[in-house]
């Protein structure tokens, strides 16, 4: 089993910047990638980044490319998500996932971050 707890949402003002984090504890070298999804109300959940455990390459969704950007610490067992230049569009609640080698996803409570003046 593996734990996701996210932190650093909160309201932002369009163009601001926020950084959300992901503390992972449990059977943690089981996880062969980590990521960051959001949902925004009436709409589905979507990828916006990831991370991949052997060799940290990343991917990133296009609407997010070259303003977000996903890391982590492996000595804290945390992944991050710089989000700059924030839009409105952005608003959504925003779930940390884990995806172990095998079947199952494991997924955070999320947190809320809302772009708005």
């Known amino acids: 089993q593996v734990q996701l707890v996210e932190s650093g949402g909160g309201l932002v003002q369009p163009g601001g910047s926020q950084t959300l984090s992901c503390a992972a504890s449990?059977?943690?070298?089981?996880?062969?990638?980590m990521g960051w999804y959001r949902q925004a109300p009436g709409k589905q959940r979507d990828l916006v980044a990831r991370?991949?455990?052997?060799?940290?390459?990343?991917i990133y969704a296009d609407s997010v490319k070259g303003r977000f950007t996903i890391s982590r610490d492996n000595a804290k067992n945390t992944v991050y998500l710089q989000m700059n230049s924030l839009k409105p569009e952005d608003t959504a609640r925003y779930y940390c996932?884990?995806?172990?080698?095998?079947?199952?996803?494991?997924w955070g409570q999320g947190t809320q971050v809302t772009v708005s003046s």
């Open positions: 449990g059977s943690i070298f089981s996880i062969y990638a």
């Open positions: 996932n884990a995806a172990p080698y095998g079947t199952g996803q494991y």
């Open positions: 991370i991949f455990t052997r060799d940290s390459s990343t």
